[in-house]
């Protein structure tokens, strides 16, 4: 197979580096010009292990496809991506990411066997996935040109010189936040934090999750006739958010007595924190500098995986730059098909009836409920050591039922805990819970 290498130096760190690489929307918008289009698989948002994406491009008139999928994936050090059908006969892209004194050294090693002369790798070589200072890697070489037969070793090499693409502060292809601190980023973790809700109780960052996705909305205020309307939007999205296994929480510089009316007044079902002193708000650096009168937090929103991993982010300075609601829907649905298994469950079922335990949700830990007959239903994060098999966990909230472990299984360095209902089931023909969706918390 003919090998092309890359070396890129860039001012950022690895884990941004990382995220950016796997990144549909940035790929697109570096190629907008060419018209490049994601058709097929994942066709936004951050690629994970497993996730699939076709590629569709014109170049030099000639219509070309190239599905790839993610083999290797190991945040924020490695990944490959291999070619599933294509031009070629084979193909695979390894990204390696280290961390260097400017920032990141980023090596790309790009491997490919064809039959086509050289002419014909340059007319038909659609893009390959999203990397920094790649664009295309095909028909690349320190001469210009691929050798003929594209037999051997070509080495291209960018000179060694920081990349201007990302410096400072936060900016990602999919929203418009510039204006936080460089960890607040796709693939890490929002910092934890603890404040009083709009009843006075102190409520920390996992108590609002609940171990589920997190829209997690920091908000000017009451007076904002703007923030009225983003607001509304949420409550309007309330229930299929909550009900689905997702949590909504907003943070304000307002009182608790003030955040408890303008909640109320809304009608949310979800809480609302309140930053006084303005201690989180500056931690995060997510002041509206310019009003001086209210100091409020800028209008962002962040939505968080399972484990409390920044998935997607917005700004909302202008009205516009607000996720709409098929915006959080996608980032949403995208978390829920990246950590559960069970959202193809045919295909989970008819391979044995739960997924491995590295499948899914990227913790050390989780549960998994089943079914009587061992059917994966759902999967979650599990706080600290495995119990033991036999030991109750928790109950239904539907039969009142306990979960129970029936198995504790360990591979590739994750342990499962597998979970069954004891006891009969219920006889009763009627539903044991609400036939109307009620409110999932109750209103204070």
Not at 397 to 408: A, F, K, Y
Request: hydrophobic share 35%; glycine share 8%.
């Amino acid at each position: 197979m003919a090998l092309i290498e890359l070396d890129t130096l860039i001012e950022a760190p690895p884990e941004r580096c990382f995220d950016l690489s796997l990144s549909v929307d940035l790929h697109l918008d570096a190629a907008a010009a060419t018209g490049e289009r994601a058709v097929l698989g994942a066709t936004s948002g951050l690629l994970r292990l497993g996730d699939a994406v076709t590629w569709e491009a014109r170049q030099f008139g000639l219509g070309q496809r190239l599905s790839v999928r993610i083999t290797k994936y190991d945040r924020p050090r490695s990944f490959r991506d291999e070619m599933t059908s294509g031009p070629f006969r084979q193909m695979r892209h390894d990204h390696w990411f280290d961390e260097d004194d400017v920032g990141t050294s980023m090596r790309d090693a790009f491997e490919f066997s064809t039959a086509l002369r050289p002419l014909d790798l340059l007319l038909l070589a659609p893009s390959s996935p999203p990397t920094f200072g790649d664009s295309s890697l095909l028909g690349t070489s320190s001469s210009g040109v691929l050798p003929r037969g594209a037999a051997g070793r070509v080495t291209s090499t960018i000179p060694r010189r920081p990349s201007p693409l990302v410096r400072g502060r936060s900016h990602h292809p999919f929203d418009s936040c510039t204006a936080v601190r460089d960890d607040l980023a796709p693939g890490n973790r929002f910092p934890p934090f603890s404040l009083p809700d709009h009843t006075g109780a102190e409520v920390a960052l996992a108590d609002l999750a609940q171990g589920h996705p997190l829209v997690l909305c920091f908000v000017r205020g009451w007076w904002c006739p703007k923030e009225q309307v983003r607001l509304r939007t949420l409550v309007a999205m309330q229930e299929e958010i909550q009900r689905e296994y997702g949590r909504i929480a907003v943070v304000t510089v307002d009182s608790p007595y003030t955040n408890g009316a303008f909640r109320a007044g809304l009608g949310a079902a979800f809480p609302f924190l309140a930053d006084e002193e303005r201690r989180l708000a500056q931690e995060l650096d997510a002041i509206e500098v310019p009003d001086t009168k209210h100091q409020p937090f800028l209008p962002l929103t962040f939505v968080l995986d399972s484990t409390g991993r920044i998935h997607r982010s917005w700004c909302g300075f202008w009205f516009w730059g607000n996720p709409t609601p098929e915006e959080l829907r996608l980032a949403l649905r995208e978390i829920t098909r990246a950590e559960q298994p069970s959202y193809d469950p045919q295909a989970v079922w008819d391979r044995g009836g739960s997924a491995a335990p590295s499948a899914g949700i990227d913790a050390p830990v989780v549960w998994i409920r089943e079914d009587g007959d061992g059917r994966e239903i759902q999967r979650g994060v599990h706080e600290g050591e495995p119990p033991e098999v036999g030991a109750e966990v928790s109950r239904s909230t539907l039969d009142g039922r306990p979960w129970v472990v029936e198995s504790i299984e360990r591979g590739n360095d994750r342990v499962a805990v597998h979970l069954r209902k004891a006891g009969p089931p219920s006889t009763d023909p009627l539903p044991q819970h609400h036939i109307t969706a009620p409110l999932p918390t109750q209103v204070n």
